[in-house]
C-alpha cells in the first residue's frame, strides 16, 4: 500500500474506508480554512482533491439530486 504525507493513497483505500476518509476530511475542512496554515490548507485541498477524484472514478454513475445540477439550481430559482 502506497503511503504519503496525507495517509494512504487513496487508490489503495477499500470503498469503506475511503468514504470514513471522505467524511472526516470534509468535517475539518472548515476548521482548517480559518485556522490553518498556509501549508496546512493547501495539504488538506490535496488530500481532499484526491480522496474525491478517486470516490468519482469509483462511482461515475453515481445518483445525482437534481437540485445540486446547475440546471436544477437554476430551475429551482428560475433563473436561465
Known amino acids: 500500500m502506497a503511503q ?8 489503495d483505500l477499500e ?3 475511503l468514504l470514513k476518509e471522505l467524511e ?3 468535517r475539518t475542512r472548515h476548521e ?3 485556522h490553518g496554515s498556509d501549508e496546512a490548507l493547501v495539504t488538506h485541498t490535496q488530500r481532499m482533491n484526491e480522496l474525491e477524484h478517486e470516490y468519482v472514478r469509483r462511482h461515475p454513475g453515481r445518483a445525482q439530486t437534481a437540485a445540486r445540477t446547475r440546471s436544477g ?3 429551482r430559482t ?3
Not at 504519503?4 to 487508490?11: C, K, L
Open 32 to 34: 482548517t480554512l480559518l
Open 4 to 11: 504519503h504525507e496525507g495517509g494512504p493513497s487513496a487508490r
Open 78 to 80: 428560475g433563473e436561465d
Open 24 to 26: 472526516a476530511i470534509h
Open 73 to 75: 439550481a437554476r430551475a
Open 15 to 17: 470503498d469503506g474506508r
